[in-house]
């Protein structure tokens, strides 16, 4: 095979442009690392350039450059070979060019009529972004010239067209390297080597030029010989994919304008335009957010594949069905995005033109206002509600909860809408209420909630108005729906009422969450009867005054008990149980007691106070009765919060009606130590203290663990014995109970259990020895039989006071043995 022989300059005569295909690989020649290479190649250049003209003179030949036209009409030449050479080639046709003062002629040979290079690639769009901004710049000679010191890579770098996040683009970043590299052996020469690159008849650098399809090849057998061709990433290939999908979209698109171009421009141009710049320049700052690999690819696909997800969800909402396949594909545990295929979202539909409206509008509010600091900028300077950098950086490195999605939904759906921005904090504070309050663990309690968010932003109403009106709010927890009603209504009837309700609502407890305290004010009690709260001003001022001070008391306590109960010996806890059972139940006989902060087994969401103090059902509300009885009993003062409390225990022990349960856990602070996670088992039969939050793990009995408490105070009533333990136990098969020992020096030991509804004391003798006359007598003397075992005494007893008495007794006895 042979081609025709043609310089750089002439090939453009043949042509209407030359592309670098989408399956080569990036520029390499110009790659920091390949700097022998690069040396070597511009040297040969240079020496052939600086040729005297004369009769023996030969042209450097650069071998082939195959390729072929896009298709038989076309002029456009696919290079399958030669990539490298041509692309140093036209960057140093620019450079002599611009050095020299002939920016116009090199346009007028390597720049289309509408402006775009006639060289150009199609690896990445921002490459072909950087080659047409380059040919339509205005170098001065001088620029150059007179610059060595000062490389030609920062001054590009700084010119007002150059896109920071071309610097991510590894062409870009070599054509940047190599124009650098001819600066640096060019740079005295410039005069004379532009014009002879212009030189047909007697040229200086040619190749040989051969079109491929001619001799009967095909792309693919080139592509096996010569194996040029470097895999695209999964973001490259996905936005491959997804710009030819743009490109085919034939329904119109909003208005898109583009500040180089005049009048408006069609969502393929759009898009193309912007992924390459400033989206790119949004997400270079944050490319290490998901992973070190120096680039963007996974965190903007991260956050397309949310907006995939949405968008699917969205538009399939009447199929249940169809919302299970879509779920199962796109979300993993917990809420993470899964990473589906091509063809899986092609099977799911998930390509559409609605899909890449909504992805341009969002990512559009996110870059309209720049960044900060290589930070978004923020359209709220508070982050209560919402943080908008935090939540960003969540769902780029697809760190983002359920609660997380539907915020950031949220948020962007309102200003999608161009309404006033003083009314999003509005908006996004009653979202924050109904996400925060709401449990959402599950992928159809997700889209559940989506749906709803995305009918309430379509409502023809500011958010407050909405709910005063009575709006349905489905998906979100119905106890907080009502909340936010009631509120909407007190925020909108004054500054005082808006005021005090944030301020409540921001307290680290109650976190948006403040039905106990219109429920203690009466307030719940007025909107349920008349549906609002338009009450008199006499009235208005009663109800101000109560739910300030029922939220300065809970505000108080939960300061105080906030991280620990512990911290003022669970006086709360113990306090309110004197009013009556507050606890959350697990199972039929598994009680809470609100007492540990644990975040193990879905304390914080089922076993909290929280829990108990939200708007809910008869039974929640009558527990909230006893929170109120606290507040309310004369003895309760914030002024000294454990010395009230621990008054109205001690008052509650004089109660002789209370159940022996409660009055132990009212007396005796310890056993709430026991339970690590609050648990305890009570039923008729029993009452157990789980050291977690099931009788797998250790636990102890209640009673007989109130009696070690006791018994421990009045160790030396227990003499000639000098040890109380307490041994707990980790199945149902064992008791758990008090062991007695040392005694003498001998094997002797005392056992307390109460396997059943009595107390069982057991007299043992470790060694199994015959028992001494006397202490037998003792032992039958203080009503302790034979057990099975000829090594075991056993007595019963009904209450701890017969235990202790008895117990004490025995050992009064003992201590005359011992004497003798």
């Known amino acids: 095979m042979s081609g025709r022989s043609l310089t750089f300059y002439?090939?453009?005569?043949?042509?209407?442009?030359?592309?670098?295909?989408?399956?080569?690989?990036?520029?390499?020649?110009?790659?920091s690392e390949e700097e022998e290479v690069r040396t070597l190649f511009l040297r040969s250049l240079f020496n052939a350039l600086n040729q005297?003209?004369?009769?023996?003179?030969?042209?450097?030949?650069?071998?082939?450059?195959?390729?072929?036209?896009?298709?038989?009409?076309?002029?456009?030449?696919?290079?399958?070979?030669?990539?490298?050479?041509?692309?140093?080639?036209?960057?140093?046709?620019?450079?002599?060019?611009?050095?020299?003062?002939?920016?116009?002629?090199?346009?007028?040979?390597?720049?289309?009529?509408?402006?775009?290079?006639?060289?150009?690639?199609?690896?990445?769009?921002?490459?072909?972004?950087?080659?047409?901004?380059?040919?339509?710049?205005?170098?001065?000679?001088?620029?150059?010239t007179n610059s060595k010191k000062i490389f030609i890579s920062k001054q590009i770098i700084d010119c007002q067209w150059f896109y920071l996040s071309w610097k991510q683009d590894p062409t870009v970043q070599a054509c940047l390297c190599m124009l650098d590299a001819i600066q640096d052996m060019f740079a005295d020469r410039e005069n004379d080597f532009f014009e002879k690159l212009l030189v047909i008849d007697k040229p200086f650098i040619t190749f040989q030029f051969l079109d491929l399809h001619s001799f009967g090849l095909s792309d693919e057998l080139y592509i096996k010989m010569n194996a040029r061709g470097?895999?695209?990433?999964?973001?490259?290939?996905?936005?491959?994919?997804?710009?030819?999908?743009?490109?085919?979209?034939?329904?119109?698109?909003?208005?898109?304008?583009?500040?180089?171009?005049?009048?408006?421009?069609?969502?393929?141009?759009?898009?193309?335009?912007?992924?390459?710049?400033?989206?790119?320049?949004?997400?270079?700052?944050?490319?290490?957010?998901?992973?070190?690999d120096n680039t963007f690819d996974d965190e903007f696909m991260n956050f397309f594949r949310l907006i995939i997800m949405?968008?699917?969800?969205?538009?399939?909402?009447?199929?249940?069905?169809?919302?299970?396949?879509?779920?199962d594909a796109l979300l993993g545990d917990?809420?993470?995005?899964?990473?589906?295929?091509?063809?899986?979202?092609?099977e799911l539909n998930c390509f559409n033109q609605n899909l890449i409206i909504r992805f341009i509008q969002i990512i559009d509010l996110i870059c309209d206002k720049g960044l900060k600091n290589n930070k978004i900028r923020l359209y709220m300077a508070e982050t209560y509600y919402y943080a908008e950098e935090e939540t960003f950086k969540r769902i780029i490195s697809n760190g983002a909860s359920y609660d997380d999605k539907l915020r950031f939904f949220a948020f962007y759906s309102y200003l999608v809408k161009g309404e006033d921005l003083g009314e999003l904090k509005n908006w996004i504070r009653v979202i924050y209420n109904l996400v925060e309050n709401t449990v959402t663990d599950s992928a159809s309690k997700f889209y559940q909630a989506l749906f709803v968010i995305d009918e309430l932003s379509k409502i023809d109403l500011p958010i407050l108005d909405a709910l005063k009106a009575d709006c349905k709010v489905p998906a979100f927890l119905q106890a907080q729906v009502l909340e936010e009603k009631i509120k909407a209504h007190l925020i909108l009837k004054s500054d005082e009422w808006h005021e005090v309700i944030i301020k409540a609502e921001k307290h680290h407890f109650f976190n948006g969450q403040i039905g106990c305290i219109l429920n203690f004010a009466g307030i719940l009690d007025f909107y349920r009867k008349y549906k609002h709260c338009d009450w008199e001003d006499t009235f208005n001022k009663q109800?101000?005054?109560?739910?300030?001070?029922?939220?300065?008391?809970?505000?108080?306590?939960?300061?105080?008990?906030?991280?620990?109960?512990?911290?003022?010996?669970?006086?709360?806890?113990?306090?309110?149980?004197?009013?009556?059972?507050?606890?959350?139940?697990?199972?039929?006989?598994?009680?809470?007691?609100?007492?540990?902060?644990?975040?193990?087994?879905?304390?914080?969401?089922?076993?909290?106070?929280?829990?108990?103090?939200?708007?809910?059902?008869?039974?929640?509300?009558?527990?909230?009765?006893?929170?109120?009885?606290?507040?309310?009993?004369?003895?309760?003062?914030?002024?000294?919060?454990?010395?009230?409390l621990q008054a109205i225990c001690d008052e509650a022990l004089h109660n002789t009606e209370l159940d022996a349960w409660r009055h132990e856990l009212i007396k005796h602070k310890e056993l709430f130590d026991c339970c690590e996670q609050g648990f305890i088992s009570h039923n008729a039969s029993e009452t157990i203290l789980l050291g977690k939050s099931q009788r797998n793990h250790y636990h102890c009995e209640f009673f007989t663990k109130a009696l070690e408490l006791e018994l421990q105070a009045s160790k030396n009533l227990i003499f000639p014995f000098t040890l109380i333990n307490y041994e707990a136990v980790k199945s149902r098969e064992e008791d758990a109970g008090i062991v007695i020992k040392v005694f003498d020096k001998k094997d002797y030991l005392i056992e307390i259990k109460r396997p059943a509804a009595n107390f069982t004391l057991y007299f043992k003798d470790v060694s199994q020895a015959e028992y001494p006359d006397k202490l037998k007598y003792i032992l039958e003397n203080h009503g302790f039989n034979w057990g099975g075992d000829s090594s075991v005494f056993h007595n019963g007893q009904m209450n701890m006071q017969q235990v202790k008495n008895k117990l004490f007794n025995l050992c009064d006895a003992l201590k005359g043995l011992q004497d003798e």
Do not use: M
């Not at 290939?237 to 180089?260: D, G, H, M």
């Not at 899964?338 to 063809?343: A, D, F, I």
């Not at 304390?603 to 039974?619: F, M, N, T």
């Open 10 to 31: 002439s090939l453009f005569n043949q042509v209407d442009s030359v592309e670098i295909p989408i399956l080569q690989r990036d520029y390499a020649q110009g790659r």
């Open 230 to 292: 470097k895999p695209l990433t999964v973001f490259e290939n996905f936005k491959a994919k997804l710009e030819q999908f743009i490109e085919s979209c034939a329904e119109p698109w909003p208005e898109y304008r583009l500040s180089f171009r005049e009048g408006k421009v069609n969502g393929y141009d759009y898009f193309i335009h912007k992924i390459d710049t400033d989206w790119a320049d949004l997400f270079w700052p944050y490319r290490n957010v998901c992973s070190d």
């Open 310 to 327: 949405y968008q699917c969800l969205l538009n399939n909402r009447a199929s249940t069905d169809f919302l299970t396949q879509a779920t």
């Open 52 to 144: 005297q003209d004369g009769p023996v003179r030969q042209p450097l030949d650069l071998d082939f450059v195959y390729g072929n036209y896009e298709n038989s009409e076309s002029k456009v030449f696919s290079v399958l070979d030669g990539q490298q050479r041509l692309t140093t080639l036209f960057l140093l046709h620019w450079y002599l060019a611009a050095a020299n003062g002939r920016l116009e002629d090199f346009r007028a040979q390597f720049v289309s009529k509408d402006g775009q290079s006639r060289f150009t690639y199609k690896t990445r769009p921002s490459t072909t972004e950087f080659f047409n901004a380059l040919v339509a710049s205005d170098f001065v000679k001088g620029d150059i």
């Open 334 to 346: 917990q809420g993470r995005l899964k990473e589906p295929s091509l063809s899986k979202y092609e």
């Open 543 to 644: 109800y101000f005054e109560r739910f300030n001070r029922y939220f300065h008391s809970l505000s108080y306590v939960f300061n105080v008990i906030g991280k620990s109960s512990s911290s003022i010996g669970y006086a709360w806890e113990r306090a309110v149980l004197s009013k009556g059972v507050y606890c959350t139940s697990a199972t039929w006989d598994r009680l809470n007691l609100l007492s540990s902060r644990s975040t193990k087994s879905n304390i914080p969401r089922d076993h909290s106070w929280r829990r108990v103090l939200r708007i809910g059902d008869e039974a929640i509300e009558k527990k909230q009765t006893y929170v109120k009885a606290v507040l309310d009993d004369p003895l309760f003062t914030t002024n000294n919060l454990a010395v009230s």
